[in-house]
């Protein structure tokens, strides 16, 4: 018979606590249904009921979280999930690591900060070194991110220009079938680029930077023979770039600049004959100096939390299919 226990924690403050609780004690019925125990409220007090081991975890959920609230920061699903998980695994010295920061602040007020440790690893690589690699799945901030952290060197004028590319790879970067001049071709790949700035700097800001060149949106086939000084520079989707593609670009680098590179490995749109130049750079550069290389994982994605489901779901397949692969390619051996 398992050893049932009881644990209590205190909030500081009753604004804390219904931040914690959620919309309809949507998070505490989370914590509950997670771990498995029964979480009662009386004033600033919580009492856990539960199997021992687990309410010692839901308490631990509960204090990482309140002390995230404490501190002014949002407390969402996406939150108390990324919490739930830390605690499960046995990473509770990176709760506190998780309110830091603010990287840049929207053009209707909001903070943008890391929501996850991974994320906050990302960011202070950013800030430390001159080429910053981040590689990771959908919807784990890595564009986003890099967008923030380029406007904010931009408004300390530790910059003078953005400068934002990726290659058209679905059309082999010939784009002679879209209609349009050549803006319009090239805005569809460039969109998930231009709603960052939008929802950095507003529509009004951003056209104004454009028009004076301090912006640049573009594909990556504008950026050969360039020298880029000055200029905080992010190449996104790079697992789409070739590596002749992905050495000129690194090339561009100028004085008092800063690169970024984007992408994710497991979403290469290249022919098969084709090496990502994002693989081949993380090989070759991963023990340069000034070079950092970030790998985010499905426990940094900010989106809905199904897409954190799909992202494992695929994970778990290719290693299946990776595993039937070499078990095949050994039998044929043995013969």
Do not use: W
């Amino acid at each position: 018979m398992t050893k049932q226990a009881e644990r209590i924690v205190n909030a500081e403050r009753v604004e804390d606590l219904i931040s914690v609780f959620g919309s309809f004690d949507e998070n505490i019925r989370r914590i509950e249904e997670t771990f498995a125990v029964t979480i009662v409220n009386r004033e600033t007090e919580l009492k856990i009921s539960g199997e021992a081991e687990n309410a010692d975890k839901a308490a631990r959920t509960l204090e990482g979280l309140l002390l995230l609230a404490a501190k002014g920061e949002m407390i969402d699903e996406q939150r108390v999930r990324y919490l739930i998980t830390l605690i499960s695994e046995g990473n509770d010295e990176q709760v506190a690591q998780m309110a830091k920061d603010v990287v840049c602040i929207t053009a209707k007020g909001k903070p943008i900060k890391a929501k996850t440790v991974g994320q906050q690893k990302y960011i202070k690589a950013i800030m430390k070194n001159t080429i910053t690699i981040g590689v990771g799945p959908a919807g784990t901030g890595k564009t986003y991110l890099a967008v923030a952290a380029a406007v904010a060197a931009f408004r300390e004028r530790t910059v003078n220009r953005i400068i934002l590319t990726r290659p058209a790879v679905e059309a082999g970067e010939r784009l002679g079938f879209l209609p349009g001049d050549l803006q319009n071709k090239v805005d569809p790949y460039l969109r998930p680029l231009y709603d960052a700035l939008y929802d950095m700097l507003g529509a009004e800001t951003f056209q104004k930077y454009q028009e004076r060149g301090s912006i640049e949106v573009a594909p990556l086939a504008y950026m050969r023979g360039r020298t880029l000084d000055d200029s905080f520079i992010i190449l996104d989707e790079a697992q789409n770039t070739t590596k002749e593609q992905m050495k000129m670009f690194l090339t561009r680098l100028g004085f008092g600049s800063k690169i970024v590179i984007t992408g994710d490995v497991t979403q290469i749109d290249l022919p098969a004959d084709k090496t990502s130049g994002l693989k081949d750079a993380i090989r070759v550069l991963s023990d340069v100096k000034d070079i950092a290389v970030c790998k985010l994982t499905a426990a940094d994605v900010v989106r809905h939390a199904l897409v954190q489901e799909i992202i494992s779901a695929y994970e778990r397949a290719d290693k299946a299919q990776e595993t039937s692969k070499n078990n095949k390619k050994n039998m044929q051996q043995r013969k």
